[in-house]
């Protein structure tokens, strides 16, 4: 499809506001907390306004936003380029960036170091926007990078062991990351000559065992970010150490950017086009690409159901509502790696897969997003996230509860409420993946997808129950009686997300034909299949619902059998737990890293201690037979143990080198021979 | 075009009659001596870029001051090769003045050091700008002399024997060179640095000889440049003060030995020849054993100017590494390095003595919470081990760049793995230090006013800012690197 692009300079401002703002933040919070806030508001909104107005190109006019700065940053210029679906991610961005930053403003009074906060809260901002606005791969890690350190810093602010420790794996998983995504661009680079995002175009030209690889490579690079199944171990553990604000972004924003660089992987560079031209270009390696794509599709689905399964396991066994909703986090990401799958695995027919998935981005940001705020509440309110010992918050906090139950049936999937929609979609996806090719395993795929549908059900019950519902129990009640209602401006915050909500739950076609659809048609999918199969889908009829239906039965009835036998309390074995085995991997890593260095210690001290002994020994023997027995400092000066192993290496070479010299001069007589 | 003139004469000569007009302040006149030694750095950074300019316009600045033997000058010649080692060295020298007049405000023997300081300058704009690998060579030992009584500066015990092992590691590594050198000038009678090289013929009629004689090269400038096994004397001279440490072990000295061998390997050998010889590859090789060990053994110093010496030690083996891969995308990874690993190495250090100065302690294990105390030199420190582990808006990453590109480019991506290997590693033993001191809770209370004296921050600071404006704007490197490259390929 041909697409007029136009230079405007607005994914450049929406990336450097922030930035700009970052530092006047750190400047101005010395000295005056309300122009501190004034400050971080404005560039916030300043942000979702500049991403705004490129709405109207981009969708209305069909347009591709495009800007380049020469030379600057990377050895390939940084580009920027807006399309559909980066608008999508920008914009979902930066609008809970600015439900967050309400909502901080009354949540970091009781913590310190805002200043230090505040203005990386900023600069994460300005990574994570310029994520989905890059228009090549390199000046996209520039930003994925710049988000992943600075978001280190609200990981770690409270500044606990376990925010330090939960940071220390961020971090370190986090660079091992962008090395990874490093390595494959520069395989891709310089087999391939560019690393231009162009979905529809021809961009990787020829086809050998660098492209898989590099593939590979960058997908577990995004992966970790997205907390894609094996890689997932330190979402649990960083996600909840953070302020609620941060939490809620972390988990509802910077996970997508992870999901936003696999789905440009797959369905964006390694797609080739279907225009003539390039069909010919490409002549046997077109058949080729598109086999790739499924194969690695296919891979992806897999990989999702597994990721959406054990998110909901560890979910459920949770206590902490903040780990809680970080591990339901991952199953989520798990939904929106299956859509990415199916796009990727039914190849030209795959826009079901692709408009679940960025529905679903939205739609997890919102409702991640509320649940982490109001979980900000309660631990403002009560610095406890146990849900043991919380109950009845209904009475106190029934705004909160409000919103808890409006995101919790969203992301349950009830109808009417975001999730339905999106689900509805992926559900759409996985069954016709299922119909196109027959492979008995997706119908597995299938059944687990509403499994876990039903767990997540389950677990939001659970956390209901126990958090606001029930009578709180003993130990706390008299905390709980005591507690006022929510500031102001977390209730802003809060209602901006949960309004949201509902108007996509009511409105499933408005977002889907405004932003969705107009994203689907810079992807390589057959637009004849978009305009019979996605626009004007309806979403409220007998089918879905009943499913719907049947998943929340399940969910309730798993619930109450719960409930009745305490199934809840049961966790799985120490020794199976994740951190167990991690904090094992870790030693057992450590432990060959010593021995590796104590081998090379043990080596090099034994030839000391042995030319030491020597030394003692034979100096002893000169020194009887010497008429002036210990006065004589000779042989201390040339003591062979004082000599380091590489002096005595380079007296070897000067004595190879002096041979060597000799045999030129004079041939082999020269040595004596 | 070639234009004579006495430039780099005075590049040479500049420094050292400062150091000589030195000799007669007293000891206590540091209000005369340090404007001095910096009014001096500063005419010498002035001359060479003039003579940079020059070159870049496509000149090559010649003068020859005495004649021995036919092949045998004492001559300067700048070619652009030169120009970059030259430049980049004067320059940091400024800021490393400029930082020691805070550092050794309160040290013994300032005149002694101020001297041999500023002689160590001259004597090296005098390995830059040789024309010859005789020149060069004489340079390259009085460097040594000159750069050891600030070796020793501390008099203690520690620091004599680290002088003593320096002595005898870069005597016995100039020794090496003189000996290649001899046969090199009794095989084809010249020693002038030539593009495309001088081996001529010889290559073909006396390949073995060659390639010993290659080897004993990489050996003897390998001493300067922390080449493995002959690596020892580096983490020993930490005992020095820390602007000498900066400098000397960081940017001038170590990048003396490596810019000796980037000569030999480009101006003595040329590519064509090193190629035939089948030589790129083993120096690379025996240069990744460097790259992973040095990092390795990096992670287990508590000494934070150990822990720089090592690192010191591995970067090193980026530039080497990207020379010996014989292309040049490598050989511009490398000339990029030289550059983007001074400026982040002098900072890092600079850090480190600040750090020092301020607070007294050396060891990593006692900064936790520093941040506190000195927030603006642990942000620049931070801006110099993200540079180092190669992340993106910082200018180490541009050079790693280019050797990852040399090295899938040759077909030979287990360097690509080297160097991810190394980035994490270096991401192992760096990012720990920022982590704890910024987060971790320590006794460092805040302070009113300056953290750290006036000539250390603003270096410091002057320092981690070009990191990211190189890091950010390639125009300032990028552009003249490939000129080099293009003059030596």
Redesign the interface.
Known sequence: MPQVSGVSILPLLAVLIPALAAVAVAMVSFYSTWWRNFFVFCATLATLVTVICMYPAVVLRGHIITFELF?????LNLTFRVDGFSLIVALISSFVWLAATIFAFSYMEHEENRGRFYTLFLLTLSGTVGVPLAGDF?SL??FF??MS?SS??LV?HT?TDE??NA??LY??LG??G???I??GL??L???NGTLAILPGTVVVKSMDIAIPLAAILMIVGFGIKAGMAPLHIWLPRAHPVAPAPASALLSGIMIKTGAYGIIRVINVLLVPAVDAEAATTMAGQFKEFWQMVSNMGYVIIWVGICTMFLGVILAIIQDNIKKMLACSSISQMGFILVGIGVAGYLKYEGAMGMAGASYHIINHAVFKSSLFLAAGVIAYKLGDLNMYNLGGLWKKLPFTTLVVIIASLGIAGVPFFNGYTSKTLLHHALAEAYEHYHAASLLEAERIFMITAAGTVLYYLKFIYLTFLRKPPEETREKIENLKGEPRPMKIGMAMLALTIIFIGFNPNYLLDKLIVPSLSYFVFDPHFIEHHIVGIQFFNLKDISSSIIVLGLGALAFAIGVKTGLFKTSIPYWLGQEFLATQLGKGLVSFWNS??RMTGVFVGFFASSFNSVFRNSFQLLQRLDYRPGKSDLFRAINLANI????I???F??VV?LV??FY?QFGVYGIGL | MEIVTNLPLYAVVIPIIGALLLIFFAEKADRIRNPLALLTSLITAAVVISIIKLVVEGNLVTYTLLRILPGLEFSFKVDPLGALFGGAASMLWVFSVLYSIGYMAHEHNRKRYYIFYLISLGVTMGIAFAANLFTLYLFYEMLTLATYPLVIHEGNEEAQKAGVRYIIYSFAGAGLVLFSLLITYGLVENLTFTQGGIMGEVVKTMPLVLRIVFITYILGFGVKAGIMPLHSWLPAAMAAPTPVSALLHAVAVVKSGVFGILRVMYSIYGSTALLELNLGIVVAVLISFTIILASIIAMRQDVLKRRLAYSTIGQLGYITLGAALLTPLGLSGGLLHIINHALLKITLFFCAGAIITVTGKKKISELNGLGKRMPLTMLAFTVGSVGMIGILPVNGFISKWYLMGASLETGMPIFVIILITSALLNAAYFLPIVTAAFFRKGEFKPVRGLEAPLTMLLPIVVLAVTCLVVGMKLELTVPFVQSVVKYVF
């Open positions: 030379n600057v940053v990377s050895p390199l890690l520039l990078e710049i350190l280190y810093v770690v500044q925010a330090y940071g220390d971090l370190y660079v091992a962008g090395m990874s490093l390595s520069a395989l680079y310089y087999r590796l260095t380091d192993f590489d002096v290496l380079m007296m070479i000067l080198a060597f010299l030129l």
